[in-house]
């Protein structure tokens, strides 16, 4: 692969991680607002019984670790493009970079 083919991969992996970034914010940002509603009117019993709370507590947990993760990559300077064009997985990375799995 070319430098500049490199040079334009890691920019849109880039673009896709800072994409993801505010996405994965947004969603922390709804699923801790809900949280709030939910300690706000439900009762400690309710919400230890509560399936909802539980999903929107592990959700926001999960959000915060993939924070960690993306922004950490992007703080490297992602080096993704070294895995995924690497000559033993060039058919991997082909259907991955046309949306297709094999």
Do not use: P, W, Y
Request: hydrophobic share 35%; glycine share 2%.
């Amino acid at each position: 692969m070319k430098a500049t083919d490199k040079m334009k991969m890691e920019a849109r992996i880039k673009q896709k991680i800072r994409t993801l970034i505010g996405s994965v914010t947004h969603t922390q940002n709804v699923a801790d607002q809900m949280l709030v509603l939910l300690k706000s009117n439900l009762t400690e019993d309710e919400q230890n019984e509560s399936d909802v709370f539980r999903v929107t507590e592990c959700l926001s947990c999960a959000c915060e670790e993939a924070l960690q993760v993306l922004f950490e990559e992007l703080k490297r300077g992602t080096r993704l493009h070294e895995i995924l064009t690497q000559k033993n997985q060039s058919t991997s990375f082909n259907a991955f970079n046309h949306g297709t799995e094999k």
